[in-house]
């Protein structure tokens, strides 16, 4: 467990420089587009989350796609009408662990809505903004919310 925490430490530190590194001169006011998102940070983010996984003895479980009958919303008829899209655009999911944003990063690599306080958390501030990440107020007057 010693060994699990420690090499997790230093590889999420090691993001984080890396990270830092890349971002040298970004501001943050608008997010990271284009090639240098998808090529550099996102390798970046991909490849250090699966390190972190074999590090922690975490193995992946295969996952099936199942359908489900959704004709009670969208009529009987539904499947005959739509159109599958190639490529999906939004994953919801909850997770109920840390690692379980590491799979997803290591996979995907998505962006996440997160709260607005993580933005000013030492090291993962500037990750999740690197990330692209919706950060939304969770407290506060429902004006603030809004």
């Not at 430490?9 to 890349?22: D, Q, S």
């Not at 107020?137 to 429902?142: D, F, K, N, P």
Request: charged share 20%; hydrophobic share 45%; proline share 3%.
């Amino acid at each position: 467990m010693p060994f699990r925490l420690v090499a997790t430490i230093f590889l999420v530190g090691l993001c984080y420089i890396f990270v830092r590194v890349a971002t040298l001169g970004h501001n943050f006011d608008k997010p990271i587009e284009g090639w240098f998102k998808n090529l550099v940070i996102g390798s970046a983010y991909k490849y250090l989350s699966a390190l972190v996984i074999l590090v922690c003895g975490i193995r992946s479980t295969k996952t099936e796609l199942t359908d489900f009958d959704y004709s009670y919303y969208l009529g009987k008829n539904y499947k005959e009408t739509t159109v599958i899209p190639k490529y999906v655009s939004t994953y919801v999911s909850n997770h109920t662990a840390w690692v379980d944003i590491l799979m997803l990063l290591s996979f995907y690599r998505p962006a996440f809505a997160a709260k607005q306080s993580l933005k000013k958390v030492t090291f993962f501030g500037t990750l999740v903004q690197a990330l692209g990440c919706i950060l939304i107020a969770r407290g506060g007057t429902q004006e603030e919310r809004d």
